[in-house]
């Protein structure tokens, strides 16, 4: 019960305050200037996201593939059932996103920046009461149940006894 109190407490808390949270959680801001250097050693296609996408996530069905613009460059985005592919044409480096995180990779030396989504945490751990709302809200829906009734029960707890005294009423 200790883990959900303060679980809720903390997103409850950033429900109201998110700035001051979430600087508490801020991560190392990434340039992504030094990208601008960097040059594909083959031309990116269509088809190069798709082959991309089947290496990161070979479980996976490609649902869309798409061209738009991405941090000011034009990309290819691949969406499967996991996140998304995000390979910048000009410079070959990629995104994988999904809802909690975003990692960046360059060609030559992999992983060089992860981001993490802490509204996308918060949120979901307030609603929910896990990460991912596949099993619905169910257990956080039970959990603020249980406050509810742990309210009402401290309430008339601390009521009943005043009004059932002779000479203690609530006006006096």
Same mark, same amino acid.
């Given at each position: /019960? ?5 679980? /809720? ?5 950033? /429900? ?33 996201? #798709? ?92 959990? @603020? ?9 401290? @309430?008339? /707890? ?6 059932? #005294? ?7």
């Amino acid at each position: /019960m200790l883990p959900w109190v303060l679980i /809720m407490g903390l997103t409850g808390l950033y /429900m109201n305050h998110s700035r001051t949270v979430i600087s508490i959680f801020q991560q190392a801001e990434f340039s992504e200037k030094e990208l601008e250097a960097l040059r594909p050693s083959a031309p990116i296609t269509r088809e190069s996201a #798709r082959i991309l996408a089947g290496s990161v996530w070979p479980d996976q069905h490609i649902r869309k593939i798409w061209k738009e613009n991405y941090h000011g460059r034009p990309s290819f985005f691949v969406s499967t059932g996991k996140g998304r592919i995000i390979l910048s044409i000009p410079t070959g480096h990629h995104y994988i996103k999904t809802r909690y995180t975003r990692r960046t990779f360059t060609p030559n030396e992999g992983l060089v920046h992860r981001k993490v989504y802490w509204e996308s945490i918060f949120s979901d751990l307030h609603k929910t009461g896990w990460l991912g709302g596949g099993l619905g809200t169910w257990l956080a829906d039970l959990f @603020s149940f249980v406050l509810l009734l742990f309210g009402l029960s401290g @309430s008339m /707890m601390w009521l009943v006894p005043r009004i059932t #005294r002779p000479g203690q009423g609530l006006g006096k």
